[in-house]
């Protein structure tokens, strides 16, 4: 089945305390990203990869980092979170983002609680 | 640049009646368009997208949207409403070559029986 698999789905942490929130796609797709989604704002892209080794910067990506070492896998790491950073956080992924007509897939979200 | 904006934050209706979300988006080129669902506690699932081949779209679960041009308009349509439809739904553009898509800010979507 193809999907697109997050973890941990749930996690209260402390201000500061580093974390990863894993993300695997089994679609050998080209393209994912990270979405962060708040209250009446929608979803805004953290950061995205084009392909393995190649990451750049979303609309919202300070305080956060990214991998891409394998084309399945795609982290997103807070190395010192702040409670701001409280949120809802999809991983999606597509084929390739040069065809706009692309469905994109997204995880099941994660929701990230930092006290 | 490309936007979105959903007219309506909370639409509620009654169960059986007909369903309309309202979209309007801007783009620089021709865009595709999609609409998305969430339902509590779930990840986004695609309903329906255009990618300029019919202008009428039909969904999954009885949903369809027209794309209008002239009005740069995408809205959502449900002849009648079910209760299992209850989700926020989100109208998003994606324009070929972008980097990220856009999102709207969602629409509620409330089903009274």
């Known amino acids: 089945e193809a999907q697109v698999t997050q973890n941990p789905r749930y996690l209260i942490t402390v201000t500061g305390k580093k974390l990863t929130v894993t993300c695997s796609q089994n679609m050998n797709h080209e393209y994912m990203s990270w979405y962060r989604q708040d209250p009446g704002l929608g979803l805004r892209q953290i950061y995205y990869s084009m392909n393995v080794e190649v990451t750049d910067k979303g609309d919202v990506p300070e305080g956060y980092k990214v991998s891409r070492k394998e084309k399945r896998n795609f982290p997103l790491i807070l190395e010192s979170p702040s409670p701001n950073q409280t949120s809802l956080y999809f991983c999606?992924?597509?084929?390739?983002?040069?065809?706009?007509?692309?469905?994109?897939?997204f995880g099941e979200g994660s929701w990230l609680t930092v006290v | 640049a490309q936007s979105v904006t959903q007219l309506d934050s909370h639409v509620s209706v009654s169960e059986g009646t007909p369903v309309l979300l309202r979209c309007n988006y801007s783009?620089?080129?021709?865009?595709?368009l999609f609409w998305y669902v969430q339902h509590p506690n779930k990840g986004l699932q695609l309903l329906l997208k255009?990618?300029?081949?019919?202008?009428l779209v039909k969904g999954i679960n009885g949903f369809e949207a027209e794309f209008k041009k002239s009005e740069t308009s995408f809205h959502l349509t449900k002849p009648s409403a079910h209760m299992s439809d209850a989700a926020e739904y989100f109208c998003v553009v994606s324009e070929t070559g972008r980097r990220a898509l856009t999102f709207g800010s969602g629409t509620r979507l409330q089903v009274q029986p």
């Open positions: 999606a992924s597509s084929p390739t983002p040069r065809n706009s007509g692309n469905t994109i897939y």
């Open positions: 783009s620089s080129y021709s865009p595709s």
């Open positions: 255009y990618t300029s081949a019919a202008t």
